[in-house]
């Protein structure tokens, strides 16, 4: 099992900036990938960056070039730093982890933060 605990939610006005840590605890070892989602009201889950492998990082798309994702290997902690936030990045945000034991692919989830961006 893997526990995940998210922090630095809150609310910003446009331009502003914040940072989400997702702190890892449990069978941490066993983790091959980790990063963010988000959820606004309405629209689907999606992804917000991830790091792959300890190395391969992805982002998506409406993201690239202001957010940034960073992981603490001794902390076990990952961050997410989001600058030049837009009212559109306002959204729950969830850290998830992904992990393989005995074969078996396993995803884990973090209980979401929000984050509110005012214009």
């Known amino acids: 099992q893997v526990q995940l605990v998210e922090s630095g939610g809150g609310r910003v006005q446009a331009g502003g900036s914040l940072r989400l840590s997702c702190a890892a605890s449990?069978?941490?070892?066993?983790?091959?990938?980790i990063g963010w989602y988000r959820q606004a009201p309405g629209k689907q889950r999606e992804l917000v960056a991830s790091?792959?492998?300890?190395?391969?990082?992805n982002y998506g798309d409406s993201v690239k070039g202001r957010f940034t994702i960073s992981r603490d290997n001794a902390e076990n902690t990952t961050y997410l730093q989001m600058n030049s936030l837009k009212p559109e990045d306002t959204a729950v945000y969830y850290c998830?982890?992904?992990?393989?034991?005995?074969?078996?692919?396993?995803?884990?989830w973090g209980q979401g933060t929000q984050v509110t961006v005012s214009s």
């Open positions: 998830f982890a992904g992990a393989t034991r005995e074969g078996y692919e396993y995803t884990y």
């Open positions: 449990g069978n941490t070892f066993s983790i091959n990938a």
């Open positions: 790091i792959f492998g300890g190395t391969s990082i």
